[in-house]
């Protein structure tokens, strides 16, 4: 087992575990490539909260079967998600796969791999729960300025539609001075940006302390000296005005949110149990802008919801053309087994919520556009990631509120010594999705 190529599904916390899983499988000797064709080990990390991914996943491992033919002992292997809700019940359905493991046992993976490649049998490994926090696994990090850092894992909210409290778990936190350490650390390693991730970081701290202490986590974070921390996701009924005030007054948390709403009316939010209601979610958004001027906001929208009216929807499509939202991920509502919602006898039909997408997706591109657009002749600071994968000669970057910024790499320079800088760049085109500008100085 020499090579190995990793496909990712899913939220940023799939993301971070494809990390882990690179650094276990790099610290075996094995070297990434970019094709299953060349590939000792294929691994899917894999999510289960939406229908399509599921799909893709039974899609892309049974596409393998022709390449495992040709390339004798490739191994493939599910985690993840479906990896946890499924186990062994995905070996029946694959048969050519190899290996799954769950959530919560990532460390587990090359023991797996080299027992399914000695023994010529599927191997499927699955626990009930995490064993803690698995921090002191090897990291390949996609770009070594920036760092994924979870604070939690797991989740206590049950939302009606949502999958993730039965593969994640319950909601366990992290130490304080464990998250500490390893900003530090990475701090020390040259990264300039963190990510706190959680099902719900506003939450943190409740299982260890009695009571949330996301915003001392702020602190505590940029007291390290990074340069620049980000955090997902946020739940509405948990964002307080301690966090507020940390998101105000720390200049290291960058002036983003994302704060999903999921929808607008309140018969549909008591129906998915989010516990506030829409006139909550407006208010926080007035404090959190009132706070944080310039503030740039994403949120997630499911339409379609079991028993969503037209008079539902119009309530969604009102808030957010009252909030005028940045970003917003946007779903057509799949019914997940296992979950409340999936049983629930009023599902609405492709027919009735595909048109509501469609209303509701050009309203999120108009606001996108309009927010983008007042950002033109104003001087940002941008972190550069490294050239643009449409163009070498193109840098990209990210502003403080996220947006991404195209740029032209200066003459006689090389992309690639830009990735990891935060430099000035005024913006002097604006797009839905993207910026363009230009470097101010390229010292």
Known sequence: MDTYLIRTFGCQ?????????????????????????????VVFMTCCVRENADERLRGQARSLKSTKAVRPGQLIAVGGCIGQRDGRRLVEQVPHLDVVFGTHNVASLPALLETARSQRLPQVEVWPEADGFASDLPTQREHPWHAWVPITIGCDNFCTYCI????????????IEQIEAEVRQLVDDGVREVTLLGQNVNSYGRD??????????????????????????????????????????????????HLPIQSGSDNVLAAMNRRYTREDYLGLVSRVRDAVPGLALSTDVIVGFPGETESDFDDTMDVLQQVGFDQAFTFIYSPREGTPAAALG??????????????????????????????????QPVLFEGVSKRDERTLAGR??????????????????????????AEITEAQTWFLGGKLLSAE
Not at 164 to 175: D, S
Not at 348 to 371: G, T, Y
């Open 346 to 379: 009023e599902q609405v039909s492709r027919e009735v919520s595909q048109p509501r997408f469609d209303r509701l997706v050009e309203l999120v591109h108009s606001s996108a556009f309009a927010n983008n657009r007042g950002l033109l002749g104003s001087v």
């Open 13 to 41: 916390m799939n993301k971070h575990d494809s990390e882990r899983v690179a650094g276990l499988l790099n610290a075996q000797g094995m070297t990434p490539v970019s094709v299953a064709e060349d590939a000792d080990v």
């Open 399 to 424: 502003t403080p509120t996220n947006k991404v910024v195209h740029v032209a790499v200066p003459e006689g320079r090389l992309g690639a010594e830009f990735a990891g800088r935060i430099l000035d």
């Open 208 to 257: 260890l302390y009695g009571e949330p202490r996301f915003a001392q986590v702020l602190r505590v974070v940029a007291d390290t000296g990074v340069d620049r921390i980000r955090f997902a996701t946020s739940h509405p009924k948990d964002l307080s005005d301690d966090t507020i005030a940390a998101m105000a007054e720390v200049p290291a948390v960058m002036p983003y949110l």
């Open 164 to 175: 993730v409290p039965y593969v994640r778990g319950r909601e366990k936190a992290r130490p």
